[in-house]
């Protein structure tokens, strides 16, 4: 490992640096998976309907993708350690508050608004907590590093799924409190470690982050509301249209705009646009996979929220031991290997994995979740590393800030989406279930969309009628089939998109100066200001 610059933590801290931001980030990683898990038992003690249940979730999302740009400018301008501090801070007290939903009317707005203060917390928290990591491990030890950051958030990931089943045994408000003593733990070692807390003043551009919140917000919005207001709904494609044009004009303005909230400059480095491109493509299905599986096991196989959990523990399982080996191929051999071997291992996973679920029988499907989840441990924190790797040092939290703006819109995108194909094809089947068991078309219709939106029931799970279970098990197919496509699409970005061999130390040698691509110049920065 080399020795990092002097302005830097020394060695002996450097591990506590790490930890320090592992715990930190945690927290996001933990909510991804342990709120999956008991969405079904919130939303039957809450009296939720299925898309209110998925807005609580996907509040949490559209809320990181839109102010993730903000806090990697935030981090950038103002200082690392500081905006880790006050993300920590805002996304432990948003969890305290969604522990205390309260019953009633309001229940749904409490638990919405809150998840979407928890995203903010996020936000500010997680691109500087990467920028710290990034500035404290040199190039050449930084795919390690960050495979070792990746990796073990992945496995403390793995945290939701088994404490949330057996929390949820005693009150489901305690999958959001979990979060206070990582947080706790978290602090305590930022407080002991002292990482960098590097800023680059500068004036904020909220000109762009308004008009970011408008497309990320209406663009998925649009998507999200089809299953309740049909896609016939002119009110729909509107939604989605503006959503889209507001998002040009963003790109467009930022162009011009002196200190913007995203330099889309960058995005002329083509590895850096290919890179982002597959992450947003790969988050449309990594994220929904763990609410989708989680539902799967409760509904289609009636099993508890502890055995459920298990779906996503397999997925883990797999994903862990590749992040590490993903991590090393980076630093040997570049990034292109991973990230491709790992999208076309993650779509053949998923496409496998669609093939078993309608047997209804987990030692049918384990191998094939594995496969998927194996998959996607190769490439994802490798393209994510590759991609921060070509920005400058000096732009780090911002450079994640938008790898992680395009991570969470596309996971966003791809809840709305593959949320809306799963209850309309679940109602569909249902439709005919029922209309085959000789109940009148308009009254199997009206039944099949109250079924669709409680989604199988609100009672024991052990009441669940075997056509139900089956009709759900079809309609995750469909699901899964769409995150095979899924993948199939960022393997081939990918095999197009990225160039062979490792990159170079630009910091030290400028090899990649002659390029002219932003960020990749030693001497110039995101903005292409010469230093």
Same mark, same amino acid.
């Given at each position: 490992?080399?020795?990092?610059?002097?302005?830097?933590?020394?060695?002996?801290?450097?591990?506590?640096?790490?930890?320090?931001?592992?715990?930190?980030?945690?927290?996001?990683?933990?909510?991804?998976?342990?709120?999956?898990?008991?969405?079904?038992?919130?939303?039957?003690?809450?009296?939720?309907?299925?898309?209110?249940?998925?807005?609580?979730?996907?509040?949490?999302?559209?809320?990181?993708?839109?102010?993730?740009?903000?806090?990697?400018?935030?981090?950038?301008?103002?200082?690392?350690?500081?905006?880790?501090?006050?993300?920590?801070?805002?996304?432990?007290?948003?969890?305290?508050?969604?522990?205390?939903?309260?019953?009633?009317?309001?229940?749904?707005?409490?638990?919405?608004?809150?998840?979407?203060?928890?995203?903010?917390?996020?936000?500010?928290?997680?691109?500087?907590?990467?920028?710290?990591?990034?500035?404290?491990?040199?190039?050449?030890?930084?795919?390690?590093?960050?495979?070792?950051?990746?990796?073990?958030?992945?496995?403390?990931?793995?945290?939701?799924?088994?404490?949330?089943?057996?929390?949820?045994?005693?009150?489901?408000?305690?999958?959001?409190?979990?979060?206070?003593?990582?947080?706790?733990?978290?602090?305590?070692?930022?407080?002991?470690?002292?990482?960098?807390?590097?800023?680059?003043?500068?004036?904020?551009?909220?000109?762009?982050?308004?008009?970011?919140?408008?497309?990320?917000?209406?663009?998925?919005?649009?998507?999200?509301?089809?299953?309740?207001?049909?896609?016939?709904?002119?009110?729909?494609?509107?939604?989605?249209?503006?959503?889209?044009?507001?998002?040009?004009?963003?790109?467009?303005?930022?162009?011009?705009?002196?200190?913007?909230?995203?330099?889309?400059?960058?995005?002329?480095?083509?590895?850096?646009?290919?890179?982002?491109?597959?992450?947003?493509?790969?988050?449309?299905?990594?994220?929904?996979?763990?609410?989708?599986?989680?539902?799967?096991?409760?509904?289609?196989?009636?099993?508890?929220?502890?055995?459920?959990?298990?779906?996503?523990?397999?997925?883990?399982?797999?994903?862990?031991?590749?992040?590490?080996?993903?991590?090393?191929?980076? /630093?040997?051999? $570049? *990034?292109? +290997?991973? #990230?491709?071997? %790992?999208?076309?291992?993650?779509?053949?996973?998923?496409? !496998?994995? @669609?093939?078993?679920?309608?047997?209804?029988?987990?030692?049918?499907?384990?191998?094939?979740?594995?496969?998927?989840?194996?998959?996607?441990?190769?490439?994802?924190?490798?393209?994510?590393?590759?991609?921060?790797?070509?920005?400058?040092?000096?732009?780090?939290?911002?450079?994640?800030?938008?790898?992680?703006?395009?991570?969470?819109?596309?996971?966003?995108?791809?809840?709305?989406?593959?949320?809306?194909?799963?209850?309309?094809?679940?109602?569909?089947?249902?439709?005919?279930?029922?209309?085959?068991?000789?109940?009148?078309?308009?009254?199997?219709?009206?039944?099949?969309?109250?079924?669709?939106?409680?989604?199988?029931?609100?009672?024991?799970?052990?009441?669940?009628?075997?056509?139900?279970?089956? /009709?759900?098990? $079809? *309609?995750? +197919?469909? #699901?899964?089939? %769409?995150?095979?496509?899924?993948?199939?699409?960022?393997? !081939?970005? @990918?095999?197009?998109?990225?160039?062979?061999?490792?990159?170079?130390?630009?910091?030290?040698?400028?090899?990649?100066?002659?390029?002219?691509?932003?960020?990749?110049?030693?001497?110039?920065?995101?903005?292409?200001?010469?230093?």
């Amino acid at each position: 490992m080399h020795a990092i610059s002097p302005s830097g933590p020394g060695v002996r801290s450097k591990g506590l640096v790490l930890t320090g931001m592992i715990f930190a980030v945690a927290m996001i990683f933990i909510d991804q998976t342990i709120v999956s898990i008991a969405a079904r038992v919130i939303q039957q003690n809450l009296s939720l309907s299925a898309s209110g249940m998925q807005w609580a979730i996907n509040a949490y999302l559209l809320t990181l993708a839109a102010l993730f740009a903000f806090g990697g400018r935030l981090a950038d301008i103002a200082g690392h350690r500081r905006r880790v501090v006050l993300g920590v801070i805002i996304f432990a007290g948003a969890s305290a508050l969604c522990g205390a939903t309260p019953a009633g009317a309001g229940a749904e707005a409490w638990l919405v608004a809150f998840r979407a203060v928890q995203g903010a917390g996020g936000a500010i928290m997680f691109p500087a907590a990467i920028a710290i990591v990034v500035v404290t491990f040199d190039l050449r030890s930084r795919g390690r590093a960050l495979a070792l950051f990746f990796g073990i958030a992945g496995a403390l990931t793995a945290i939701g799924p088994i404490a949330g089943g057996f929390l949820i045994e005693w009150t489901w408000r305690a999958i959001f409190w979990i979060n206070i003593p990582v947080a706790l733990i978290a602090l305590a070692l930022i407080a002991i470690s002292k990482p960098p807390n590097e800023a680059r003043p500068a004036p904020m551009d909220y000109r762009g982050l308004a008009l970011i919140i408008g497309g990320v917000g209406l663009s998925v919005f649009g998507f999200q509301q089809s299953v309740q207001w049909g896609l016939g709904n002119p009110a729909i494609w509107a939604s989605i249209a503006v959503g889209v044009v507001l998002l040009v004009v963003f790109f467009a303005v930022e162009r011009r705009t002196a200190s913007p909230l995203i330099n889309v400059r960058i995005f002329e480095n083509r590895t850096f646009l290919a890179e982002n491109i597959i992450l947003g493509v790969a988050m449309m299905a990594f994220i929904p996979v763990f609410f989708f599986a989680a539902i799967y096991g409760q509904i289609a196989l009636a099993e508890k929220a502890t055995t459920a959990s298990l779906l996503i523990l397999y997925f883990f399982l797999g994903f862990v031991v590749c992040a590490q080996i993903g991590g090393r191929m980076l /630093d040997r051999i $570049g *990034a292109k +290997r991973p #990230v491709v071997l %790992g999208c076309i291992l993650a779509a053949v996973g998923f496409g !496998l994995w @669609a093939s078993r679920v309608t047997d209804l029988h987990v030692s049918a499907q384990v191998a094939w979740i594995v496969m998927a989840g194996a998959g996607m441990g190769l490439m994802l924190g490798q393209a994510n590393t590759d991609a921060i790797n070509r920005a400058s040092r000096y732009s780090y939290g911002e450079a994640t800030g938008i790898t992680q703006t395009v991570r969470n819109y596309g996971a966003s995108l791809g809840f709305a989406i593959l949320g809306t194909l799963l209850i309309t094809r679940f109602r569909s089947a249902v439709t005919s279930s029922l209309t085959a068991k000789g109940l009148p078309g308009p009254a199997a219709g009206s039944a099949a969309a109250k079924i669709a939106q409680l989604q199988g029931g609100n009672g024991n799970i052990a009441t669940i009628p075997q056509f139900i279970r089956a /009709d759900f098990a $079809g *309609a995750t +197919r469909d #699901v899964l089939y %769409g995150m095979a496509i899924i993948m199939a699409v960022a393997a !081939l970005v @990918a095999l197009r998109g990225l160039s062979r061999g490792v990159q170079q130390e630009t910091d030290q040698s400028g090899a990649e100066a002659d390029t002219g691509s932003p960020g990749e110049d030693p001497d110039v920065d995101l903005y292409g200001t010469r230093r």
